[in-house]
């Protein structure tokens, strides 16, 4: 049973674009919910997390936007570089990142046109 | 500094066979978790050890088995390879004193492909 369903599938946006990656979660003793970047050959990056005692957090062109009440959660990637093409995942855990196994989200696939 | 270092990169074993892989965390980290990732998969828990005990599981079966050295190295097994067990297994290191702060860094994982 998937616990953290993430959308959509692939995502293309022109340079300069907003890339919107959404996700939706089930289990409310969640705490901590991450954002991985994850290029071909390599292994998964944290890009940037949120708790949900805060309805958003920013760090630089990447924002997350976080609603308790509907169990989701967004990743907004503001004016999106082809640099940025690559694969997203969503993450969700009940202990916080480093004690707890953490729940991934299918991935999305962005891809930023020149 | 090193970051997450696996070991082997790639590997190629046939179905009924064994297999070992290894993992040495980030300086300064003392917890190893396994994840397994299928083609076109987010990936999935399989285990976590800290002070060389497994510390929480996920949902695979017992042919995964782990271990963790005393200098926070970590090894995971699989035994009776399945044509499923076909994957990318990532290791990720953390500190456990962080626990609610801290991050998974993860390395670059062991592409497996049983035939």
């Known amino acids: 049973q998937q616990q953290v369903k993430q959308s959509p599938q692939s995502l293309i946006v022109q340079k300069g674009g907003i890339s919107i990656i959404n996700c939706a979660y089930e289990?409310?003793?969640?705490?901590?919910f991450p954002w991985y970047q994850q290029f071909p050959g390599k292994g998964p990056a944290l890009l940037i997390a949120?708790?949900?005692?805060?309805s958003e957090k920013k760090e630089g062109r990447f924002t997350i936007s976080f609603n308790k009440s509907a169990k989701q959660f967004s990743l907004h990637i503001m004016d999106s570089q082809p640099g940025d093409s690559a694969t997203y995942f969503c993450?969700?855990?009940?202990?916080?990142?480093?004690?707890?196994?953490?729940?991934f989200g299918k991935g999305t696939k962005l891809s930023v046109k020149p | 500094d090193a970051g997450v270092t696996q070991s082997p990169t790639h590997l190629i074993k046939t179905r009924g066979q064994q297999v070992t892989l290894r993992c040495s965390p980030k300086?300064?980290?003392?917890?190893v978790s396994w994840y397994q990732q299928a083609l076109g998969q987010g990936p999935q828990f399989i285990f976590q050890?800290?002070?060389?005990?497994?510390?929480q599981r996920g949902n695979f079966p017992d042919r995964f088995s782990g271990h963790q050295f005393p200098n926070y190295s970590s090894e995971l097994n699989v035994n009776a390879l399945l044509l499923g067990d076909s994957a990318l297994y990532l290791c990720?290191?953390?500190?456990?004193?962080?626990?609610?702060?801290?991050?998974?860094?993860f390395g670059e994982g062991s592409r497996l492909t049983v035939l």
């Open positions: 990720a290191s953390s500190l456990w004193g962080l626990a609610g702060v801290g991050e998974l860094f």
């Open positions: 289990n409310t003793a969640f705490d901590y």
């Open positions: 949120i708790r949900p005692d805060v």
């Open positions: 993450a969700a855990s009940q202990y916080g990142g480093s004690q707890g196994n953490l729940i």
């Open positions: 300086s300064g980290h003392d917890t």
């Open positions: 050890y800290y002070e060389e005990e497994e510390r």
